[in-house]
């Protein structure tokens, strides 16, 4: 409960909804205690007395206070539904800005289904008892308070008789509702795991397909899907007990009511009105009870969810803001390491006293085996991690003094593994720079020698390419990743294979455009082939998370080093032409700890 209520604490704005919220829901049960109040004058003192003359007026009041009844019905639904979307909204909207605050660290963690999980599972469990929780509190408070009251002043006999079943009922859920919250946990992580299974089944279904293990898939689908029916019939079947419970009590205390109050109206000591209003009351006080149930049990199941949504947002950002952020001004390119050092996980080192100096204008190669650790040495140049000891410096300053949008506003980033958005062509390169005209976009386009292709669909830059730019081959998503890139004009360029998906044609038109993109910008270029990084300025060769060589290619050719060994392996059985592949720069590579 104390996780519920640290959720709701943190909502915005919230409160301020549940005020008329809370004012509907104590409006509701009075007209409705008053209206049996009503039905009694009705019976006793206007049709058993004869008083036709005030039947008008009494009827007149009954259909007000029904009138009444229903527009605070509806005001409470309107505004009920209202609490629960906004409460929802602010849960989904908190998990997405504190999950992209969590970055990489987060995401190389935790499966993407998982996370969805929370977002389509475990906050509208959340805020469906968050938002209706303080209404049914309220109302139910006011209906039984009010409504024992009022028994009592029309027989205190019958209103002893009823009064034993409310906290009897509710102490027998209490104590009935709490395998709930265990139980709903792992329903709620299995329903996780089923989400998981699905995003690698549409994700990955060309492997599938590829391999022919559609059926071993669907084996596996099923039985997350059946266990997780298991775990969802268990939760139901202590609802359906409670459910039953209850209805067997009240028709019990009904009867008993009927054969008390029936004596009691037969030797004269109570009226027809008065029996009959203590029945409606009754029903008005233990309806109540049943609603404090249902919050009990569904207070019981969200905690799960709750847990789970509160275990993400107590994460810490692993890279953090700066809280009086310096002015980055303009920029001129200089990034030095010092001393650097970083791991994933404690004990285990990525890099480990990593130092250079890239002068601004300067092509920075970066060579080695995979798993050297060059993917993470470029992700700390864009804050993707912070080191974990020394410091990565941008113009003679630590990079974490500077704001992260900053920062990032000058790094140009060309991935190996291009991702495209489910949008436009126009969207997918205007997200280099929304502001951009659409001259700009055709420039880069143009730039990029995407535009050759984009001519030839159907809508032009307005053609929507699909999911991740399924509908495009890989060459044309990484042109597009390109003049996106082009697009932002940055300062500071990373590239891991940027034209690695090209033909040779393709590769030979973006040439002369990526190599004018690299004039008097920082550039460092992750390369798998060799041959690309020749004309570097300077090639680091990373091997274990250190800088064993450096130098110009003819230089660390002529060693018997790690870049000679790795060199004659590329190049032993090849014809020289094929050694000599023109250098192919492109805009960067925002790379993650596969590579590290």
Not at 107 to 116: A, D, I, K, L, V
Not at 134 to 149: C, D, E, Q, Y
Not at 175 to 180: E, G, I, K, N, Q
């Amino acid at each position: 409960m104390i996780t519920l209520l640290h959720l709701l604490n943190d909502a915005r704005g919230i409160w301020r909804i549940w005020v008329p919220v809370l004012i509907v829901a104590a409006i509701l049960p009075l007209v409705s205690i008053a209206l049996p109040l009503v039905q009694k004058q009705l019976v006793d003192g206007v049709i058993l007395a004869g008083r036709i003359d005030l039947l008008p007026q009494t009827v007149a009041l009954y259909c007000a206070l029904w009138l009444v009844s229903l527009l605070s019905n509806v005001a409470g639904t309107v505004l009920g539904t209202y609490l629960n979307e906004r409460v929802l909204m602010d849960l989904r909207q908190r998990l997405f800005e504190h999950t992209a605050r969590l970055a990489l660290a987060f995401s190389n963690t935790e499966h993407s289904g998982r996370t969805m999980s929370l977002f389509v599972n475990d906050a509208p469990n959340v805020a469906g008892i968050v938002g209706t929780s303080g209404s049914v509190l309220v109302g139910s408070l006011v209906a039984m308070i009010g409504g024992v009251v009022a028994m009592f002043s029309l027989s205190w006999q019958l209103a002893l008789v009823a009064g034993v079943a409310p906290p009897l009922v509710a102490a027998v859920a209490g104590y009935a509702t709490r395998p709930l919250r265990p139980a709903s946990r792992r329903a709620q992580e299995k329903a996780a795991e089923l989400n998981e299974r699905l995003s690698e089944h549409l994700t990955g279904i060309r492997e599938v397909l590829a391999f022919g293990h559609e059926q071993t898939q669907a084996v596996r689908f099923a039985k997350t899907m059946a266990e997780l029916v298991r775990l969802r019939m268990r939760v139901a079947f202590v609802g359906v007990g409670l459910g039953v419970g209850q209805s067997v009590f009240s028709l019990s205390v009904t009867l008993v009511m009927l054969g008390v109050g029936g004596a009691l109206v037969i030797r004269g000591e109570t009226t027809l009105g008065t029996l009959l209003a203590m029945q409606s009351l009754f029903g008005l006080v233990f309806t109540p009870t049943g609603q404090m149930v249902g919050l009990i049990s569904g207070i019981q199941k969200s905690l799960g969810s709750a847990d789970r949504i509160q275990a993400v947002l107590a994460q810490q950002p692993q890279v953090q803001e700066a809280l009086h952020p310096q002015p980055l001004g303009v920029t001129r390119g200089r990034v030095s390491f010092e001393d650097v050092g970083f791991s994933y996980a404690t004990g285990r080192p990525v890099l480990e006293n990593v130092s250079f100096v890239a002068e601004p204008g300067e092509m920075i190669a970066l060579v080695g085996p995979s798993g050297a650790g060059k993917s993470t040495l470029v992700s700390l140049i864009a804050r993707f991690y912070d080191p974990t000891s020394g410091q990565v410096l941008l113009d003679g300053v630590d990079l974490r003094k500077f704001s992260l949008s900053a920062l990032r506003s000058q790094i140009g980033m060309v991935f190996q593994d291009t991702f495209l958005f489910a949008g436009s062509i126009r969207e997918n390169i205007a997200f280099g720079r929304p502001a951009a005209t659409e001259a700009e976009l055709i420039t880069a386009a143009h730039a990029a020698h995407a535009w050759e292709f984009i001519v030839q669909l159907p809508q032009g830059l307005d053609t929507r390419i699909g999911e991740r730019g399924v509908q495009l081959s890989e060459g044309q998503r990484q042109r597009l990743a390109i003049a996106r890139a082009l697009l932002r004009n940055p300062r500071i360029l990373i590239l891991d294979e940027p034209t690695s998906a090209l033909d040779a044609r393709s590769e030979r038109l973006l040439q002369s455009a990526l190599e004018n993109l690299m004039c008097d910008r920082t550039t460092f270029v992750i390369a798998h082939r060799l041959g690309t990084v020749r004309r570097a300025d300077r090639i680091l060769v990373v091997e274990g998370g250190r800088i064993v060589e450096q130098g110009v290619h003819a230089e660390l050719l002529r060693g018997q080093g790690v870049y000679r060994e790795l060199h004659d392996l590329q190049f032993a059985s090849l014809p020289a032409s094929e050694e000599t592949t023109p250098l192919w720069v492109g805009t960067l590579a925002g790379v993650g700890p596969t590579d590290a």
